[in-house]
Structure formats: C-alpha cells, structure tokens
C-alpha cells in the first residue's frame, strides 16, 4: 500500500456519502432552476423551494466537508493498474475540481442568499434559522448570483463526465461502478 492509498477498498461511509452527495447535487440543481422559474404569485411554494434548495445546499457543504475527512482518515483505494499515468494524474485533478465545487457552490449560495436585496432567512430543514455572516448588498448579489450558477452548472457537467468515465471504464471490465457501489471488486 503506498502512502495515499487503501487496499480496503471504499469503505461504506465513503461510499454512501459519495452517493448522497451526487443525489443531493442532482436534486439541489434541479430545484435552483424550479424555484426561479416559479413565478411569484404562489409566494409560499416558492418560498419552500428557496429554502429546500438552500437545506440542500448546506447538506451538500457538510457531506463534502464529511467525505474530505474520511478521505484523510481512510484514504482511497489504489487505482487500476491498467490507468496510465497521465489517467491517474488526470482523474486526479477531476477528483480535486469536483471537490472544490463541492464546497464552493454551497457556499457561494449561502453568501448569495445573505447578501440579497430582500432579507429572507435561511432556514434549514424550513426550521433551523442559520444566521446570515454578511449584510444585504445588492451590488454582491448582483455579481455573486451568476458566479453561483456558474459554478453549479460547472459542478453537474464534471458530476455528468465523471458518471460518464465511470461507465466506460466500467463497461470495458475495470468494474469501478462496482467498487463505488459495493466497495470492491
């Protein structure tokens, strides 16, 4: 085993916080472009969509904080002999991007919340007040709302090609679908 790996292979709490996260995401993604097309008439639902895109969202930061300390603490498993180098240092990097989206988009979104022209609280789970750390300012708001989304397309499109390389390395029987799911081979 050498020092940034696991012969275990995925342990269960690595795998079904991967699993939730990618659920999460999926979900929170969908619901951020519900919610804003909703039109304003229906205030309650809308409101409800608000705030369970924002629970998402915070779910979603605690996850990728979760499964960064689970990485520190169990590591990863080797990766497939059959990956060149280049693969490695290339799913590497996707590995790193995705986890800076992980924890950029949430928190890009809380910032965007706290910082819109109309002082709406974030409630988590539609309960749980969570304070704002900074004021409304619509000129932060104006520039940190497209950056959010920005951001959250970027994070489901890499989500999308990660599935996407997963698939193909997995149909050629390297079986890390398997792996994810099962936790080896």
């Avoid at 969509?49 to 629970?55: C, D, I």
């Amino acid at each position: 085993m050498d020092s940034g790996t696991d012969d275990r292979g995925w342990s269960r709490a690595q795998r079904g916080t991967h699993w939730a996260s990618a659920g999460l995401v999926l979900v929170g993604f969908a619901l951020g472009w519900i919610m804003v097309a909703v039109p304003y008439r229906p205030l309650l639902l809308k409101f409800s969509l608000y705030q369970a895109h924002k629970t998402i969202g915070l779910l979603v930061l605690a996850l990728a904080l979760w499964r960064l300390a689970l990485r520190v603490l169990r590591r990863r498993p080797a990766w497939d002999v059959a990956l060149s180098p280049a693969q490695v240092r290339l799913a590497g990097l996707g590995h790193v991007a995705l986890y800076g989206l992980l924890l950029a988009v949430p928190v890009l979104g809380y910032v965007t919340a706290a910082a819109a022209p109309i002082r709406i609280p974030t409630l988590l789970f539609g309960v749980i007040a969570v304070p704002h750390v900074i004021g409304v300012d619509a000129a932060s708001f104006a520039w940190l709302r497209p950056i959010h989304r920005g951001a959250a397309i970027a994070l489901v499109g890499l989500a999308c090609g990660h599935a996407a390389v997963a698939i193909a390395h997995h149909r050629t029987g390297r079986y890390v679908l398997w792996r994810m799911w099962r936790g080896s081979t």
